[in-house]
Each structure stands twice: as structure tokens, then as C-alpha cells.
């Protein structure tokens, strides 16, 4: 019998929300093997392999998530087996065959994962959300946007996401403030998703929201669309039912009796 080939857990999220400081949590698992000393970005996956091109133009900050041509599906140009072998063997050099989970962390994750679920099939994927304020106030210090737009593009990605939920088998959505305010819960939920022992690697965790104001008053229909993620003018917060889909029940329970407070988790089929 052969050996289980290792699976792909994928994090997703925007830039400045929180995928790098949750990579580093789940990569310091002794069954999860990430991307370490690459010569890019963040050791971003999608710089180090050639199946789907990445240019200068892809995956700009407060751009590509709401680019229609980045986001691709099942049944894109790029679903086919020449494009999965060339992502696998420009990969596989990077990570340590002998772990069950292979971790890549790209922020264009967020746009791929229904042709990623295509291509590896029993690949799972993590999505972490940051209040649109606060990553609007966050990713401003690195383009040249007005904030109040990039609240916008953030919501109108976090609706993309919520579509494409529907297409995936396993998939995990937190949020980067649960993250910090309960770090042990989410962590060991995070790690019941991937059926793996909890692995606490006594990482220092801080509130980077602190770090920016945002203003109390925005146009009411922005405030609409972010309470649907339980998120507040101002930068405020309301308990938000964390989303865990996953083709096994069991799985999903797992997952949910990590939460000690019920209402932060919602398990689908």
C-alpha cells in the first residue's frame, strides 16, 4: 500500500489581516510542514511556482481580490492536470515529504480557493477576516488609497469569500480578533479541523487593531454589510458564529467542541 501523500492546508485572507501571525501557529506543528528561507514575499507560495502565472500585477494589495480575472473557479483555463504537476513539483522542494500537511499562505489564496479545491482535491482551507476599518487602516500605510475604498474593497472581497463558501468541502473561517482574544480555543478548534493533536507554540500575541483609530460613523450600508461578520463602526465587535465546513461530521464536532462558547461556531456539512 502506498503512503498517504501529504495534503495542502491553504490560509486565505487579505493583506494585513492576520495570515502571516496565523501561519506561524499552525506551521510550529510537528505534523504541518510551511514554506521556510524563501527568497519572497512572506515566503508566499504563489511567487515559487509557475503553473498560474504571478506578475507584478497579480495580487496587488486593495486590488486583486475584487479583480474578476483573479478569481478563479472549477472549470477556469487553469484547471487542468499540466497546471496541477507543474504547481506540485515547483512546491514540493520547499516542504518536508514526510509531513502529512503541506501549509501555503498566500493572500491570493482568498481568490483561489474553489480551482485549488479542483486541483487537490483533499486540500482544506483556513480563512482569517480582520475588521475592514482596521485593515483599512493597516494596508493604507502601504498603498496609496483612501481608507474609506479600502473598507469597501474589503467588504465586497469578504462577499466574494461568503459565495464561494458554498462551493468548498472543508474550509474553517475565523475572524484575527477571536484569534487574539482567545488564541487557545481557536487554536486547538484549527487543529481538531485538521485532525490533528492540539500544539501550543508559545507564540506572543498582541491586539494590532490598538494600533489604528478608525471613525465611529460610516455610510449605512457599509455598517450593514459588516455586521453580517459581526464586525462594528469604530472598530467594534459582536459574537459572530465562526464558519467549519468539512465532508466528515465527526470533523466538524471535533472542531466545534474545541470552542467552549457555542455561539462562535457554526458547522456545515
Not at 482569517?128 to 474593497?153: F, G, S
Not at 484575527?176 to 507564540?203: T, V
Not at 466538524?252 to 457555542?262: G, I, Q, T
Request: with cysteine.
Amino acid at each position: 500500500m502506498k503512503a498517504a501523500r501529504p495534503r495542502f492546508v491553504f490560509v486565505a485572507g487579505l493583506h494585513r489581516t492576520g495570515t502571516s501571525l496565523l501561519s506561524r501557529i499552525l506551521g510550529e506543528h510537528p505534523s504541518i510542514s510551511s514554506i521556510q528561507g524563501a527568497p519572497v514575499p512572506e515566503n508566499e507560495g504563489c511567487y515559487l511556482q509557475g503553473g498560474i502565472p504571478h506578475t507584478a500585477m497579480d495580487g496587488r494589495p486593495g486590488h486583486y481580490a475584487t479583480d474578476r480575472s483573479q478569481h478563479l473557479c472549477e472549470g477556469s483555463r487553469y484547471d487542468n492536470l499540466e497546471t496541477q504537476q507543474r504547481m506540485l513539483s515547483d512546491w514540493s522542494q520547499w516542504y518536508d515529504p514526510s509531513k502529512p500537511w503541506w501549509l501555503e499562505k498566500s493572500p491570493v489564496n482568498l481568490t483561489r480557493m474553489r480551482l485549488y479545491q479542483q486541483l487537490f482535491p483533499t486540500s482544506q482551507f483556513i480563512v482569517i477576516l480582520r475588521h475592514p476599518q482596521k485593515m483599512a487602516a493597516a494596508l493604507a500605510k502601504w498603498v496609496d488609497e483612501d481608507p474609506a475604498e479600502l473598507v469597501r474593497y474589503a467588504l465586497d472581497a469578504y462577499e466574494t469569500v461568503r459565495a464561494d463558501l458554498e462551493f468548498l468541502h472543508a474550509v474553517q473561517v475565523i475572524r484575527y480578533e477571536d484569534l487574539i482574544a482567545q488564541p487557545d480555543q481557536i487554536r486547538r478548534s484549527l487543529f481538531a479541523f485538521l485532525s490533528l493533536k492540539d500544539n501550543d507554540p508559545q507564540i506572543a500575541l498582541r491586539d494590532g487593531n490598538s494600533d489604528y483609530g478608525t471613525p465611529e460613523r460610516v455610510d449605512a450600508s457599509l455598517a450593514e454589510r459588516m455586521r453580517r461578520w459581526g464586525y462594528l463602526p469604530g472598530g467594534g465587535i459582536e459574537p459572530h458564529c465562526m464558519i467549519c465546513r468539512h465532508p466528515l461530521r465527526a470533523v466538524r464536532e471535533n472542531s466545534a467542541n474545541e470552542l467552549k462558547r457555542e455561539a462562535l461556531v457554526q458547522t456545515d456539512a
